[in-house]
């Protein structure tokens, strides 16, 4: 889902960080750099500059996540939301079996 986010540096728009088999996603679009004025603690103002992009993350398995359309094209990708493709109820039962195989297999070598 699309936000705001506030940076104190500029922000590359598409930041892409894979670790194992998941992918971190980072776009920052629009920039706009704005100051903000406050009251310091003696008695004067100190001013300070930050950059406001809009923003989303999106977090998934990289094989789902259409990475190099991202890269390409991330004004699409504003609002979008991974979600898990729906598995049927045999392949399901499938993972589940391995699962429960491999259980089974580490409680046997124990």
Do not use: H
Not at 20 to 26: L, N, R
Not at 56 to 65: C, Q
């Amino acid at each position: 889902m699309a936000m705001k986010a506030r940076f104190s540096s500029q922000q590359q728009p598409v930041k892409i960080v894979e670790s194992e088999d998941t992918a971190y996603v980072f776009i920052c679009l629009n920039e706009e750099e704005k100051t903000e004025e406050y009251l310091d603690m003696g008695e004067g103002q100190t001013r300070e500059t930050y950059y406001e992009y809009d923003y989303n993350e999106i977090v998934g398995p990289a094989s789902e996540i259409p990475l190099d359309d991202i890269r390409e094209n991330p004004e699409n990708y504003l609002s979008y939301e991974y979600s898990p493709k729906p598995t049927s109820p045999g392949e399901r039962a499938l993972k589940e079996i391995g699962e429960l195989k491999a259980a089974i297999e580490r409680g046997l070598t124990l």
